[in-house]
Nanobody, 125 residues
Framework: QVQLVESGGGLVQAGGSLRLSCAAS????????MAWFRQAPGKEREFVAA????????WYADSVKGRFTISRENVNTTVFLQMNSLKPEDTAVYLC??????????????????WGQGTQVTVSS
């Protein structure tokens, strides 16, 4: 069992920045790849970024590449999402997810075993 708790969402103007955090706890957290997804009202949940607890590889959706950065702090098993140059279309609930034994993290929600409760990000124009 893995527990994921997100924080850091809020209201920001277009062009601004936010940093989200996902604190992971539970059994064998290091066996999971970690990802951020987002879901806007009336839309499907979509992949944003992912990483593993080992190695330097990161994966991004094309829509956020160059603006968002995913990173990790292994000691505290926390994953971050630094979001810069935010746009109104980035407005969504952002959710942290964990996928067991992923060599390459999946990009669809069904690939993931555990989810956080989400944190709201609202970007005003």
């Amino acid at each position: 069992q893995v527990q994921l708790v997100e924080s850091g969402g809020g209201l920001v103007q277009a062009g601004g920045s936010l940093r989200l955090s996902c604190a992971a706890s539970g059994h064998a957290v290091s066996n999971y790849a970690m990802a951020w997804f987002r879901q806007a009202p009336g839309k499907e949940r979509e992949f944003v970024a992912a990483l593993r607890w080992t190695g330097e590889n990161t994966w991004y959706a094309d829509s956020v590449k160059g603006r968002f950065t995913i990173s990790r702090e292994n000691v505290n098993t926390t994953v971050f999402l630094q979001m810069n140059s935010l746009k109104p279309e980035d407005t969504a609930v952002y959710l942290c997810a964990a996928q067991l034994w992923a060599v390459v993290p999946g990009r669809i929600p069904g690939d993931y075993n555990y989810w956080g409760q989400g944190t709201q990000v609202t970007v005003s124009s």
